[in-house]
């Protein structure tokens, strides 16, 4: 049976409030083209057992296959299912931890009404490209992580202001005076 006649047959939402989810589910995919249909046969009739609103977030982690384009078609027929796309192979551990951190975010912007998405940087691409992911050490353990810098970036998308080593005190004050004059 193809993943369009499984979506067809079994899962058929009925005015699901995806805003909201009580259960989420995270899991990884790497090349499981072959049985991401049965994946979906069996988490639709999972979901229309549940006594409260449900996602499944489906993580690939590189897939090498169509696995990607299947997720993405699931997704389209059936908002509950959730696509993250890792820009390579990480491995389950990875996957799974990257799909739970953007769990938590969508719950944060939903408990405070945020207006704009927050983004994830599972494998930290964005973070070496603006210079952030360095080495650190603390108590004589050295280690690869995002040390604290503020961006003050434009309305053209160019970098205004840049703060490295960010310290709390006083940092708030710099940056709404710097916010100021770009504002005017």
């Known amino acids: 049976m193809t993943l369009r006649n499984l979506m067809h047959n079994e899962c058929r939402p009925q005015n699901h409030d995806v805003s ?19 994946l979906c046969r069996r988490m639709c009739t999972l979901l ?3 006594d409260g609103p449900s996602e499944v977030l489906l993580v690939n982690d590189g897939s090498q296959d169509a696995s990607y384009s299947l997720m993405v078609e699931m997704h389209r027929r059936d908002a509950r299912f959730k696509v993250i796309d890792l820009s390579r192979n990480f491995g389950h551990q990875v996957a799974i931890t990257a799909g739970m951190d953007l769990i938590g975010r969508l719950r944060k912007v939903q408990a405070h009404g945020l207006t704009f998405p ?17 080495e650190k050490s603390r108590y004589g353990r050295t280690y690869m992580g995002i040390v604290r810098t503020t961006y ?19 940092h708030v004050d710099a940056v709404a005076a710097a916010i100021t004059p770009a504002r005017a």
């Open 152 to 170: 003050l970036i434009g309305p053209d998308g160019k970098v205004v202001e840049r703060w490295d080593n960010v310290k709390v005190d006083g």
């Open 20 to 38: 909201s989810p009580t259960y989420s589910f995270v899991l990884p995919i790497y090349n499981e083209e072959e049985t991401l249909g049965e």
């Open 48 to 50: 229309h057992r549940l």
């Open 118 to 134: 927050l983004l994830a940087d599972a494998d930290h691409e964005v973070a070496e490209k603006y210079g952030v992911w360095q």
